[in-house]
Nanobody
Framework: QVQLVESGGGLVQPGGSLRLSCAAS????????MGWYRQAPGKQRELVAA???????NYGDFVKGRFAISRDNTKNIMYLQMNSLKPEDTAVYYC?????????????????WGPGTQVTVSS
């Protein structure tokens, strides 16, 4: 059974920091592209950051050097360090796992989501 469990969300003042964690189980973690998405009320879900199995990084344009994604393949955990938080960063943050899995014939794409963790930036 695949599980992605986020933690580390909460209430923080503008300019503050939070570190989100995503603990994965039931998947070959090191082979997956892992990512963080977020969704604010009334808005579409958007990519925050992603890290491939090879360590390549991709960030949403709004990040502008404030966030850093990382992964620990020995612990099956992904992190998102968020600094200089703004009220507009308020959203539910979701952990995402994505991989093309080779099968005996062909391949399938496996995609998993965590339940999300709330991040609220407010004074």
């Amino acid at each position: 059974q695949v599980q992605l469990v986020e933690s580390g969300g909460g209430l923080v003042q503008p300019g503050g920091s939070l570190r989100l964690s995503c603990a994965a189980s039931g998947i070959m973690f090191s082979g997956y592209t892992m990512g963080w998405y977020r969704q604010a009320p009334g808005k579409q879900r958007e990519l925050v950051a992603a890290i491939t199995s090879g360590g390549n990084l991709n960030y949403g344009d709004f990040v502008k050097g404030r966030f850093a994604i990382s992964r620990d393949n020995t612990k099956n955990i992904m992190y998102l360090q968020m600094n200089s938080l703004k009220p507009e960063d308020t959203a539910v943050y979701y952990c995402h796992a994505d991989a093309l899995v080779l099968q005996r014939v062909g391949a399938r794409r496996d995609v998993y989501w965590g339940p999300g963790t709330q991040v609220t930036v407010s004074s």
